[in-house]
């Protein structure tokens, strides 16, 4: 059975870079919740695969996450947060909110 996303995902295009073990590879992340993200990358990948992921969410904020592989569409990887410094969870989720807020504003 598929798993069904449960946030709003937020549109957004930053170079990053994954982590597969000792292999670092270019990506673009593509959308992201406060729990996943959806990146393309042209790194081979597998559903269940563990990963590290570095990018910058803002000019002065760098996210570092673990990740899970939920979803392979190469070039298109889907996959959730599965750890995330505490301080890190918490630029990510007002950077969420911020945006959620600003193009939901006028509902």
Excluded: W, Y
């Excluded at 996303?5 to 994954?18: H, K, V």
């Excluded at 406060?34 to 597998?46: A, H, I, P, R, Y």
């Excluded at 990018?55 to 990887?77: D, E, G, M, Q, Y």
């Amino acid at each position: 059975m598929q798993q069904k996303r449960e946030l709003f995902r937020i549109a957004l295009e930053r170079s990053g870079e994954i982590h597969q073990g000792a292999i670092v590879a270019r990506c673009e992340v593509l959308d992201l919740t406060e729990k996943g993200v959806q990146l393309k990358t042209d790194l081979s990948v597998t559903v269940g695969e563990a990963l590290q992921l570095e990018f910058n969410l803002t000019k002065s904020c760098a996210i570092h996450c673990s990740l899970l592989v939920t979803r392979v569409s190469p070039p298109h990887v889907g996959a959730c947060i599965t750890d995330i410094f505490p301080e890190d969870q918490k630029h990510l989720s007002s950077f969420v909110e911020q945006l959620i807020t600003l193009n939901l504003g006028g509902f």
